[in-house]
């Protein structure tokens, strides 16, 4: 199974992130699955590739440690593939969506770190 982790603090207010992270993903060809409040899940649209490369993407929302300045977003993306090459399909849509969030313009990013 492929997974990748980035982590990002962004500067915006709690009340617009949810439809802005949700836009992003849209933008990306995943649909939102699941929303919690707290948590998003979108996976990848079928339809371009076999489904055990279909994406699934999760973002967790650290509401704890949010302030006016900055709120903190953990995101998981995951597919059923074996990770044989560094390039596989999973690695490409963790590095679209991770480009997305730092180039959007709906908030200000201040920290990011990836594993």
Not at 9 to 36: G, H, W
Not at 48 to 70: H, P
Not at 72 to 79: A, E, G
């Amino acid at each position: 199974m492929a997974r990748y982790i980035c982590s990002f603090t962004v500067a915006v207010s709690l009340d617009n992130l949810l439809p802005s992270l949700s836009e992003v993903l849209r933008a990306c060809n995943f649909e939102v699955i699941y929303d919690t409040g707290d948590y998003l899940m979108g996976r990848e649209v079928p339809g371009q590739v076999s489904f055990s490369k279909l994406v699934t993407a999760e973002v967790l929302i650290d509401r704890t440690t949010a302030t006016t300045e900055g709120v903190r977003l953990n995101l998981v993306i995951k597919n059923e593939e074996l990770p044989l090459q560094h390039d596989n399909h999973c690695r490409q849509m963790f590095n679209d969506l991770q480009q997305a969030i730092v180039d959007s313009g709906q908030w200000q990013l201040l920290e990011s770190a990836s594993s």
